[in-house]
DNA sequence: AGTATGCAAATAAGG
DNA sequence: GCCTTATTTGCATAC
């Protein structure tokens, strides 16, 4: 499936599952034949913190958003989404498994069968007018003739939230879950209603002005060079819950803030406990079908 | 030149 | 103040 495979970052059911020993290095040596696993029908679409995105039963992909278990994007063509015609074989639900993860499979069947029936409604949040709010809001941005990026930069330097490219990009393809487009939707509405303004009086600048009431702002994302990331890895590896003391001294050492160096730590964390997880799920549902 | 997206940094919420 | 868990969001870069 090599389509799926550039999709994915991780294809679960391709994984070598061999218990205890999961590290790079018995990928050489050769493995005990018994625990082979063979590709996996269906598979599971990950992302790095092991969120199952999608699952993939023969050649059918069944995407899955967030796990509010709602698209707000409508499902894209070329992408059926069938999800009765290969029956998912669940293994028999025993207490090992992660009870988050058992949920999202049944998420994945209820979903299916919710196809076609495109709720308009969801946490109190109107999806539909949030779609056309959407829509409506990439004609005017291309009517002022601005791009995405001068949006995100516009409201980086306005008052209020600032979102980036990325953000008006995924709003406009309505690839964020409603809470979020709730939340952004009244500032760009806003923004949007100045910009225009703007416009209409014939000015030049049609993006720069202040924005909303002030709020505090995202803190800017953090980039580790690779010869920070390889300390703190390394530091990582001899122990994944550093004391604040010796974290100040790594943080000093680095010349990071302490605070970035915490929450790098944080999650790391999150992110080994996510592959654990995501291993014993594997393991405990696939496993004793299919070998 | 713009837009889309993978990975992971930052944040929210509950202890 | 720190932790975990879930989630949001942006940098870097692919497309």
Redesign the pocket.
């Known amino acids: 499936l090599p389509a799926v495979s550039?999709?994915?970052?991780?294809i679960i059911g391709t994984i070598p599952l061999i218990p205890n020993s999961a590290g790079p290095s018995s990928q050489s040596g050769g493995g005990n034949p018994a625990l082979q696993v063979q590709p996996i029908t269906p598979q599971l679409l990950t992302?790095?913190?092991g969120?199952i995105i999608a699952t993939v039963i023969g050649n059918q992909i069944l995407p899955v958003i967030?796990?509010?278990g709602i698209t707000l994007s409508p499902i894209k063509p070329g992408q059926p989404c069938i999800v009765s015609a290969q029956p998912a074989p669940h293994a028999p639900q025993t207490e090992s498994t992660p009870p988050?993860l058992f949920l999202l499979l049944h998420l994945l069947l209820f979903l299916g069968s919710q196809r076609g029936t495109a709720p308009s409604e969801v946490d109190g949040v109107n999806l539909e007018e949030i779609r056309e709010f959407a829509k409506a809001f990439k004609i005017r941005?291309?009517s002022l003739g601005l791009?995405?990026?001068?949006v995100?930069q516009a409201l980086?330097a306005a008052e209020g939230?600032?979102?980036?490219?990325?953000?008006?990009?995924?709003f406009?393809?309505l690839?964020?879950?409603p809470?979020?487009a709730q939340?952004?939707k009244p500032v760009l509405e806003r923004w949007m209603a100045e910009a225009e303004a703007r416009h209409r009086s014939g000015m030049q600048n049609l993006t720069e002005f202040i924005g909303s009431e002030p709020s505090?702002?995202?803190?800017?994302?953090?980039?580790?060079t690779p010869q920070a990331?390889e300390i703190l890895n390394s530091h990582f590896e001899k122990n994944?819950?550093?004391s604040?003391q010796e974290?100040t001294e790594i943080a000093e050492k680095l010349n990071y803030?302490?605070?970035?160096v915490?929450?790098?730590?944080?999650?790391?964390?999150?992110?080994l406990?996510?592959t654990i997880k995501l291993t014993v799920y594997i393991c405990t549902t696939f496993t004793g079908i299919y070998q």
């Open positions: 550039a999709l994915a970052p991780l992302n790095a913190q969120q967030n796990t509010q988050g941005r291309l791009t995405q990026t001068q995100g980086s939230p600032a979102y980036s490219q990325s953000a008006i990009c995924r406009e393809k690839d964020i879950t809470k979020s939340k952004i505090k702002k995202r803190k800017r994302r953090t980039s580790f990331l994944t819950h550093p604040g974290m803030d302490r605070e970035v915490r929450v790098w730590f944080c999650n790391k964390r999150q992110a406990k996510n």
